[in-house]
């Protein structure tokens, strides 16, 4: 399992999900509207009670962490981090809709990036998103990742640090 990831940026402080955070289920059942849970997998927009809002965190939790975003001490949204061979990792995020088109997904993609490539020579990056998720292949492009493939009508996309 990951160190636990803590790390600002100009308008965002991130830190691993603290799962017993009072509050957490429903700030989770809050954020996850229909809004910005269309693009993502099924299960995230179908967190209506505490039991989902725990499973949902189990599975996740099982193979990798989340990282929670916050602004001002209000949550602005989360990261997912699944570490696969060394150095590589399947990175995702979500941003609550009331922080949308303020740059936000990029420069916290741009910290985790960071982060994670830390002094390692070579990191690798991987994020899935669907297609017609404009919004978010434009935040991918602006990082400089580049498409890779399409799986299970999925656009798979890949960036390569290097120290």
Sequence with gaps: MLEPIVFE????????LDRAQPGLGL?????FTDKVSRYLPPDCSQLETQDDVAQWL?????IGTIVR??????????????????A?????????ESYWGKGL???????LINHLAGSNKTTRFI???????AASQKVLEKLGF??????AEIDYYVLETSQ
């Design 9 to 16: 940026t100009e308008r965002l402080q991130a830190a691993t």
């Design 27 to 31: 700030e989770i059942r809050t954020l």
């Design 58 to 62: 189990d599975s996740r939790l099982s």
């Design 69 to 86: 975003l916050s602004s001002t001490d209000q949550v602005a949204g989360y990261l997912f981090v699944f570490p696969e061979e060394a």
């Design 88 to 96: 590589q990792y399947r990175i995702g995020y979500v941003i609550a």
């Design 105 to 111: 997904a990029t420069e916290a993609m741009q910290g």
């Design 127 to 133: 994020a899935g998103i669907d297609p017609v998720n």
């Design 146 to 151: 580049g498409y890779d493939h399409t799986q």
